[in-house]
Each structure stands twice: as C-alpha cells, then as structure tokens.
C-alpha cells in the first residue's frame, strides 16, 4: 500500500524557516520523481517543486524560487522541503505527491499545514 506522509508543518513568523519532511513506503522510493504541492482552502493546488528519482535535478517554481529547496534521501525514503524567508503568501496546505508514468500526481499525502503570520 503506498503512503506518503507529510511532517514539519507549524506556525511561523515572516521571514522564518521551516523543513517539512515526507515520509514515504509501499513502492520504491529511488524509482519516482517526488513532487511538493501546496493548497489554499478554496484555491486550487500549486506545484512548488520536483526532484528526480536520484535526486541529483530540482525544479522549483518562480513563486519559491531562491527561497525553498527540495531535496531526498533514498536511503531513508524521505523527502524535505527548506522553506526560508517565508512569507504569508506562502501559507498552505503543502503535499507531497509521487509523480507517475505520465509525469502527473498518483499518489498523494493528507497534507501538513503551515502558516506564516506575525
């Protein structure tokens, strides 16, 4: 059974950091491109960023770039999210989601929330 589960999410002041992780079993990691996508209640999702199956190519959107990195561990089948200079507009539902055959979403977290707000 795949499972991804998102961590790390909390409350931050602007221009905090926070490191959300994603933890995930039920497939072989180090096969799937892993991407981060986050969610404003009643808006709808944004892909923020994509690392390859080594690991070794990062994509990140222009909204994130500069300011967040992505990166992963295969051996411990994890995922992370460096967020820095966080600013309200960054305040999401954030998923982290294996990319499939067709280089879409398959498999999605529940989520883990963040909030930047002073």
């Known amino acids: 059974q795949v499972n991804l589960v998102e961590s790390g999410g909390g409350l931050v002041q602007p221009g905090g950091s926070l490191r959300l992780s994603c933890e995930v079993s039920?497939?072989?990691?180090?096969?799937?491109?892993i991407s981060w996508v986050r969610q404003v209640p009643g808006k709808g999702p944004e892909w923020v960023a994509i690392?390859?199956?080594?690991?070794?190519?990062?994509k990140h959107a222009d909204s994130v770039k500069g300011r967040f990195a992505i990166s992963r561990d295969n051996a411990k089948n994890t995922l992370h999210l460096q967020m820095n200079s966080l600013k309200p507009e960054d305040t999401a539902l954030y998923y982290c989601?294996?990319?499939?055959?067709?280089?879409?979403?398959?498999?999605w977290g529940k989520g883990t929330l963040v909030t930047v707000s002073s």
């Open positions: 989601a294996r990319v499939g055959d067709d280089d879409l979403p398959d498999y």
């Open positions: 039920g497939f072989t990691f180090r096969s799937y491109m």
């Open positions: 690392i390859s199956a080594s690991g070794a190519d990062t």
